[in-house]
């Protein structure tokens, strides 16, 4: 076990990587980031910054030689990287097993394989494929294969037509393509795994999305038992599959049918477990330095009810958002990740809202959500 006040490196300087310090700072460690943008939310938070390249191997032979451990907070960290430092020092999670989170095809055959169910699919990697593609995936999702994110990389297409175009306008490279599914809601879990192959659930999140970007979680999920402990097994499952050591977070999709579908996992934690900070007995951060430091993990459950809501660039359309509406809420938390340019689309931070039910903390949630974004109507 590795214990306080080790030093332990993050790749990765974004929102995920300060919360992770943040949580490290609390237990005792401290923390080195290495992130190549000198203004990075972790960095300005950091016992360390690092401002170098990820691949810079001059920067991770000095994360080798001054951390314990490491660990990473941004998806499309090069897997290499972390396979490089592995021959050094302790690295969690695997870059084997970053990699397949990092490849929509790999992860959806790996899925499969899992035994759990996916959405119709098909493997796009020339015109071909998609002149072969059953006729059922229509209305369907082209989405890269690589490096997509907050819904970047995917366009709805409603024939073969359509598709070939936005093939060729996403540059060709390889995607999927996903049938359009009708979703009565989505969900999803992050489950931690430690070295010793226990494997913990925080309870199912509820996620709305606005224009493919995460924006409001409700916790606990308005799903059955049944149904919520179908996802927690299916994530464990995932986890115990890849050998995982680390917080996983998977994202499912219920369909009206009444069928769960995985969508998609990320190897870190995720922007529907930030409100393990403010409603559970441990955050998910903290459940990430205990996987990462060999430590037990900790107990992961809900002491409220709890929604959270994101705060977009889109708050700041106005100047400064009113922020008063926030505080004025005795059970609301503010969260700023310190970013300096508010652009739309950008997660700048977000709020919690506790409440006696779900529906409780909703309806505050979204009255403060109101407030903020005057400009939205949804
Ligand atoms: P993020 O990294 O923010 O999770 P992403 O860019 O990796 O997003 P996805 O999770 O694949 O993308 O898709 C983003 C959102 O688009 C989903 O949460 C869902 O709301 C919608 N979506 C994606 N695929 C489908 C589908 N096959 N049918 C219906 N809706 C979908
Ligand atoms: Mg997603």
């Known amino acids: 076990m590795i214990f306080p006040d080790a030093m332990l ?6 929102q995920l990587g300060r919360m992770f310090t943040l949580a490290a700072h609390i237990m005792g460690y ?7 943008d000198p203004l990075s939310p972790a960095g300005a938070v950091a016992d360390v910054h690092l401002k170098a390249a990820y691949q810079d191997i001059e920067a991770l032979q000095h994360l080798a030689d001054s951390c314990a451990a490491v660990t990473t907070e ?8 972390l396979r490089w430092l592995a021959k050094h020092c302790t690295v969690r999670p695997a870059g084997d097993a970053v990699a397949i989170a990092q490849d929509r095809i790999r992860e959806k055959a790996f899925f499969r394989a899992c035994g759990l169910g996916v959405a119709p699919y098909a493997v796009i990697e020339n015109e071909n494929d998609i002149s072969k593609a059953p006729a059922n995936l229509f209305p369907g999702i082209l989405k890269r294969a690589r490096f997509g994110y907050d819904g970047k990389g995917q366009t709805t297409v409603a024939n073969t037509g359509q598709a070939y175009a936005a093939f060729h306008k996403m540059g060709a490279d390889s995607c999927v393509l996903e049938q359009r599914l ?5 969900v999803s879990v992050i489950v931690a795994r430690g070295e010793g192959g226990e494997g913990r659930s925080f309870p199912l ?15 606990p999920a308005r799903v059955t038992h049944e149904l919520a402990a179908r996802a927690e097994a299916g994530a464990l499952r995932i986890a115990e599959q890849l050998n995982y050591v680390g917080v996983l977070a998977v994202e499912f999709f219920v369909t009206t049918a009444g ?5 998609e996992m990320a190897p870190r934690p995720h922007n529907s477990g930030h409100y393990t900070i403010d409603a559970c007995a441990t955050s998910q951060f903290e459940q990430q330095v205990r996987t990462l430091c060999g430590l037990p993990l900790s107990d992961t459950r809900l002491l409220s009810p709890v929604v959270m809501v994101n705060l977009l ?19 609301a938390k503010l969260h700023l990740y310190g970013k300096h340019e508010a652009r739309f689309g950008r997660k700048m931070g977000h709020y919690t809202v506790l409440g006696a039910s779900a529906e409780a903390a909703l309806a505050e949630a979204l009255k403060v959500r109101a407030a903020l974004y005057p400009d939205w109507t949804d």
């Open 9 to 14: 490196g993050m790749l990765g300087g974004g």
């Open 30 to 36: 401290r923390v080195t980031v290495l992130d190549p």
């Open 74 to 81: 941004f998806e499309n960290v090069p897997a290499e990287s």
């Open 182 to 186: 009708i979703l009565e809601r989505e």
């Open 205 to 219: 999140a509820e996620n709305r999305h606005r224009k493919g970007i995460l924006d409001v979680s409700i916790v």
């Open 259 to 263: 069928e769960l579908l995985v969508n």
């Open 313 to 331: 660039g889109e708050a700041w359309a106005h100047g400064e958002p009113a922020w008063q509406q926030v505080f004025n809420l005795p059970e």
